[in-house]
């Protein structure tokens, strides 16, 4: 069974940084994509970072240079460091998993999501 277990999150300052986690129940490699994903309240949810099999990555426009995505596959587990943090941020934040041929196909499972929330 699939399993996606984010951590991290907490609250911080404006400036701040975290670094969340989320671990995998099944070999990373397999995967064809993996992302964070965020969704804040009465706001739909948006894609964060995505970072694809061949290690390449991409970042929704607000974060980037202030977000980077990774993954270490001996440990089977998705990162995202978050520097430079902005209220604009806070949000609940979801980690999934595409298993599909393309990652533009969709993701196919979704962790429960951990709380970023970022005070001014």
């Known amino acids: 069974q699939v399993q996606l277990v984010e951590s991290g999150g907490g609250s911080v300052q404006t400036g701040g940084s975290l670094r969340l986690s989320c671990a995998a129940s099944?070999?990373?490699?397999?995967?064809?994509?993996m992302g964070w994903f965020r969704q804040a309240p009465g706001k739909e949810r948006e894609g964060v970072a995505t970072i694809d099999s061949d290690g390449s990555t991409k970042y929704l426009d607000s974060v980037k240079g202030r977000f980077t995505i990774s993954q270490d596959n001996a440990k089977n587990t998705l990162y995202l460091e978050m520097t430079r943090l902005k209220p604009e941020d806070t949000a609940m934040y979801y980690c999934?998993?595409?298993?599909?041929?393309?990652?533009?196909?969709?993701?196919?499972?979704w962790g429960k999501g951990t709380l970023v929330t970022i005070s001014s």
């Open positions: 999934a998993v595409s298993l599909k041929e393309y990652c533009r196909d969709g993701m196919d499972y």
């Open positions: 099944f070999d990373t490699r397999s995967s064809t994509c």
